[in-house]
């Protein structure tokens, strides 16, 4: 019943660009904060951007500072990432997940299945 549910990964080259989907059903995205997350194979899963219920504030990866944009549509239950300037590092298998209330690297209540990201030329 309750699930998150990722779309929008691809194949891109360097330098193009994905918007990726995050929709929550089952429960409503108020109370929640929405991260999205990242792994490579072989790598350790790493952050990349969250959003809080509370106030909509964002934080980011420093790394990814400028490049990649998350957003949310409380209305549509559903959590974005607008990912530009997409570079071959940024390969990975990409995740959302939800903490209760705030972005605090707390306890995740709910993962999604992960949409795969890929970057070649």
């Known amino acids: 019943q309750v699930q998150l549910v990722e779309s929008g990964g691809g194949l891109v080259q360097p330098g193009e660009s994905l918007r990726l989907s995050c929709a929550a059903s089952g429960f409503t995205l108020d109370h929640y904060a929405i991260g999205w997350f990242r792994q490579a194979p072989g790598k350790e899963r790493e952050g990349v951007s969250c959003i809080d219920y509370s106030d909509g504030s964002t934080n980011y990866a420093d790394s990814l500072k400028g490049r990649f944009t998350i957003s949310r549509d409380v209305a549509k239950n559903t959590v974005y990432l607008q990912m530009d300037n997409l570079k071959p590092e940024d390969t990975a298998i990409y995740y959302c997940?939800?903490?209760?209330?705030?972005?605090?690297?707390?306890?995740?209540?709910?993962w999604g299945q992960g949409t795969q990201v890929t970057v070649s030329s």
């Open positions: 997940a939800a903490e209760r209330n705030y972005c605090s690297g707390g306890p995740i209540d709910y």
